[in-house]
């Protein structure tokens, strides 16, 4: 099993930063992918950002600009770099972590963070 522990979340106002880190542990295998995603409450989770093992970045056009997700070398953390936040960027954010178990992917969800961006 694979726990993802996510810390960084909080309240700001429109235009600051917040950086959201997510740590895996446990039983870690290659990944194929590790992200973040967000949900409002009523809605469905939406992807913000992924980043492969490889290093390759996409971003949902919202976020563009504003949000990096790195991932650091052992790849077992990830991290997303929120500058120039905006209301609507409030949110719940989970980790995703895609990791290889033989031929077979499996995914792991943190329990998430809270963001909240007064405007």
């Known amino acids: 099993q694979v726990e993802l522990v996510e810390s960084g979340g909080g309240s700001v106002q429109a235009g600051g930063s917040l950086r959201l880190s997510c740590v895996a542990s446990?039983?870690?295998?290659?990944?194929?992918?590790m992200g973040w995603y967000r949900q409002v409450p009523g809605t469905e989770r939406e992807l913000v950002a992924t980043?492969?093992?490889?290093?390759?970045?996409h971003y949902d056009e919202s976020v563009k600009g504003r949000f990096t997700i790195s991932l650091e070398n052992t790849k077992n953390t990830v991290d997303l770099q929120m500058d120039n936040l905006k209301p609507e960027d409030t949110a719940v954010y989970y980790c995703?972590?895609?990791?290889?178990?033989?031929?077979?992917?499996?995914?792991?969800w943190g329990q998430g963070t809270q963001v909240t961006v007064s405007s």
């Open positions: 995703n972590r895609g990791q290889w178990a033989g031929v077979r992917a499996v995914e792991f």
């Open positions: 446990g039983s870690l295998y290659d990944i194929y992918v």
């Open positions: 980043i492969s093992h490889s290093g390759m970045t």
